[in-house]
């Protein structure tokens, strides 16, 4: 792997859970298995990162930017070994057409919750080697799928504050006319962070969300 990829190898490491979010797995087990593939390319412009967006017509965070991933099926294997492994592989081929044998993937990040969902999800970290071509496989599930350079979304131009009327506040990014916010949006603010690749914005600048996001 490259070496602009070592801090990214040790901050999976040596991250703890509570220094990725407040929102973590419920104690009692419940929550749905999940992963998503973190995948980092070379691209014209230097690091990426592969995204997707979701179609508007999904009841779940339509229209929203995010990580290739989905649920774990019973063929990925145990949920606390190798499954979310296979399941992030898996559905980033099923969503993007990506070619995982061009994916060599280096680390996990610790089990994170999306409570509005009720996702337990798996942060899978990749390097894409052999980048293969990528696009919208299902356009019911996927609206496109595109990279964002690292550059980009460590640029302070790029970063605001998104507030939701239901109270949520977090990090995100403007990029490649899209604002990348929620869960997608933290997972990628604090491996910025944590990578030393953070740059100091404005977070007083804000972009406000409706009922509908």
């Known amino acids: 792997m490259p070496g602009w990829l070592d801090p990214v190898v040790s901050a999976a490491r040596t991250v703890r859970p509570t220094q990725l979010s407040r929102f973590l797995p419920p104690e009692d087990g419940r929550g749905r298995q999940s992963a998503v593939l973190v995948l980092f ?3 014209p412009r230097g690091p990426e990162l592969l ?18 991933g989905g649920a774990l099926d019973p063929q990925d294997g145990d949920p606390q070994t190798t499954g979310p492994l296979r399941a992030a592989l898996r559905e980033a081929e099923e969503e993007t057409g990506l070619d995982p044998a061009g994916v060599q993937l280096f680390g996990v990040l610790p089990r994170l919750y999306i409570p509005v969902s ?25 609206a ?3 990279t964002v350079p690292v550059a980009d979304l460590t640029d302070p131009d790029h970063r605001v ?11 995100a990014f403007t990029v490649e006319s899209a604002l990348v916010w929620g869960f997608t949006a933290g997972v990628i603010d604090r491996l910025l962070h944590f990578a ?18």
């Open 196 to 213: 030393g690749w953070e740059q100091p914005w404005d977070r007083s600048r804000e972009v406000p969300l409706d009922w509908r996001a």
């Open 161 to 171: 504050t998104v507030v939701h009327p239901g109270g949520f506040q977090g990090p």
């Open 51 to 68: 995204l997707q967006e979701r179609a508007g017509s999904l009841r779940s965070h339509a229209g929203q930017p995010s990580f290739p």
């Open 144 to 146: 496109r799928v595109f």
């Open 118 to 142: 009720e996702f337990v999800v798996t942060p899978v970290l990749g390097w894409w080697r052999a980048p293969s071509p990528v696009g919208a496989v299902d356009p019911a599930e996927t």
């Open 41 to 43: 390319g070379e691209g």
